[in-house]
């Protein structure tokens, strides 16, 4: 692409394995530094979605470019910002990805309460409690509950949340994860009790 533009190749950013919901992740910073120098006139992404699924980050950087008198060029969908026309082009499609990310927020959520007022489980089962064979609902776990009884005689008995976690760490009662008790554990499932 940078051929097609007669532009010269400066630097490759590769920003692997981070979320392009937001800007605040390396590679970015680093393009951004270059923009700000003056170092680029064209900054060129293989797909738009790798950059930004934000309008508002998306304008941000338009902003941006548009003053420091850097093109935006995205491969994929055949964009160059350096026209009104594609820039119009680009906020739309930026506009369709966050409308289709929200989309996707709102029927999880939606499923998600519709089974919770079909009296299923959602998440995962708290302490004491483990999912059923039908894996729609919670019953109790044996050994679980008889810690969660004995947690409940200790608060009883006035012990503080640390003390608990000493007294199940010394008789080599562990969480569910295998690890030691500590009193923010103790505290989550009092809490949930």
Do not use: C
Request: charged share 30%.
């Amino acid at each position: 692409m940078a051929t097609v533009h007669s532009a010269d190749l400066i630097d490759i950013v590769i920003d692997a394995g981070e979320s392009a919901k937001h800007l605040d992740r390396p590679g970015m910073e680093r393009v951004l530094a270059m923009v700000r120098a003056g170092a680029v006139d064209t900054v060129i992404v293989a797909k738009l979605d790798r950059l930004t699924r934000s309008v508002r980050d998306l304008a941000d950087l338009l902003e941006l470019f548009t003053r420091r008198g850097v093109s935006l060029v995205s491969v994929a969908e055949s964009l160059d910002t350096g026209s009104a026309s594609g820039r119009l082009v680009l906020n739309i499609m930026v506009s369709v990805s966050q409308w289709e990310r929200e989309a996707i927020g709102e029927r999880t959520r939606d499923a998600m309460r519709h089974k919770i007022r079909q009296g299923e489980w959602v998440g995962n089962a708290p302490y004491g409690y483990q999912l059923a064979a039908d894996k729609r609902h919670v019953e109790p776990e044996l050994q679980e509950q008889k810690v969660l009884g004995r947690i409940q005689r200790l608060r009883d008995a006035g012990r503080s949340l640390r003390q608990i976690a000493v007294v199940l760490n010394r008789s080599g009662v562990r969480t569910r994860s295998g690890s030691p008790w500590r009193f923010e554990y103790v505290a989550r499932v009092v809490k949930a009790g």
